[in-house]
């Protein structure tokens, strides 16, 4: 038992300055991108879309209500065939909203599909410019202070979010810390 507690005190100090050796820094990305504007260009033209595929939807939504209180109201007036026509109508256009809300917003929808096609390459080039400061600074890690990392503290020494932005070619001057 001693043996191994004294092997094990030798491996935490002939491991210990190793790993004090690391460098390690963080950076902001909601400023990163925030000041970029080919990304604050491709996200306010995404939204655009959204919005204008949500409106879609409400404006669908609002003829079914339509559609559904016409029924409700003249149900008693119908004969039993035009009462499962009107329902058959109705159910017909809450599939086809719901078909649609899936196309646009689903999973695997064109809003993904948009994001996917028109962010991620912005995303590399932060990514890349990231890389190109960290070893030219000689950084083990790069953590980014808003992703799922929590950090109670943080040295302001250590954020090389500017030498980012400036590796994007971004005025760090006229961006302003938040």
């Known amino acids: 038992m001693k043996s191994f507690l004294l092997v094990y005190l030798l491996l935490l100090f002939a491991v210990a300055p190793v790993v ?26 995404l939204d655009r879309t959204a919005q204008q595929w949500e409106e879609d939807l409400q404006q669908r939504q609002d003829e079914l209500d339509e559609l559904f209180q016409e029924y409700q109201s003249r149900e008693l007036l119908y004969t039993a065939e035009t009462r499962q026509q009107k329902q058959k109508e109705i159910i017909d256009a809450e599939e086809e909203l719901e078909r649609l809300r899936v196309q646009y917003f689903g999973p695997e929808g064109q809003l993904f599909q948009q994001q996917e096609q028109v962010l991620r390459p912005i995303q590399e080039k932060v990514l890349i410019a990231i890389e190109q400061v960290a070893e030219s600074d000689n950084y083990d890690y790069v953590f980014d202070r808003n992703g799922d990392f929590v950090f109670l503290y943080t040295n302001q020494s250590l954020d090389i979010t500017d030498l980012v932005l400036e590796e994007l070619g971004i005025d760090v001057n006229r961006t302003s810390r938040q």
């Open 20 to 45: 004090a050796q690391h460098n390690i820094a963080f950076i902001d990305s909601d400023r990163i991108y925030s000041s970029y504007p080919e990304f604050s260009t491709a996200q306010q033209s």
